[in-house]
């Protein structure tokens, strides 16, 4: 049996899995890429670690079909070269991972962005399996996504599409890395609730006094959400508000069956996940909601890799 390997290039890490044809992840390691603070150019470390995975593993290349790239930044799908970033990582823009790539290794080569992989994967063996037309949010420091239609990632003409982090919910709103202001991940993402939820502790506003000192993380703002903390109750409720903002309009847009939520605080099923959905479904036009479900993603860590495999399989 022919098997793939799938990469997913983060801002940390590069995950490498040896995947077979129903996805699933057959071996597995991850290895740093901003040891160096990035001197040493992120390619050059995901090949180097490539070549450790293929010999750690004893994997023959004779028996691998093709290599399926997911990575952060913006991604030209199409020549699978990195032309964009909303972050600053030193040595990323301008990698030539297709190429680079195929010439080492000598096997056909597909790169696109994480979030779409992470939304094709679903489509392929995660919640979204049975659906044409959904939404793959993902709601972690940033927020990405990506629109699935008629069963396709919806691409755009360099293959950027998808980029929801950074459509504007309040143009006077707060700056974002991007250089623009008002970003939907200014607002929506986990970052912006714990710097909210940073801001009031130190303002004392909690009252909890066992609260005091602690890191705010999501522990912690889960902790004083189950206690019913009023104030905690009164931040989350306009963080969601925010998070629910972004998905009508897509939902108005888009038409989706399905919107699915992923990143670490999807796991929140009674505290984020219910009444996010209920947020929505109450205020998007009544026959937008008619056919539209909206529940956390089924895939984790390993999503961008599987989706990066799967984009493979359909396009080399
Ligand atoms: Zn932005």
Known sequence: MMDYIGIDIGGTAVKIGLI?????VLKYNQYSVDFDGYETPILETVQKSLETFLEDFSINLDRIKGIGVSATGQVDSYSGIIIGTAGHIKNWIG?????VLTLKFQLPVTVMNDANCAALAEKWIGAAKEVSDAIVVTIGTGVGGGILINSKILNGVNGLAGELGHFTIDCHGTSCTCGNTGCYEQYASTAALVRSFSEALNKGLFGATDFKGCPINGKTIFGLLADRNPMAEELFEKWLDYVATGLVNLVHIFNPQLILIGGGISIQDKLFILPLREK?????MPA??????????????DAGMIGAVYNCINHS
């Open 288 to 301: 937008f909601g008619k056919d539209l479900d909206l529940k956390a993603a089924a895939l984790g860590n």
């Open 95 to 99: 990698s030539r991972i297709k190429e």
């Open 280 to 284: 929505v479904l109450k205020r998007i």
């Open 20 to 24: 077979d044809e129903n996805g699933t």
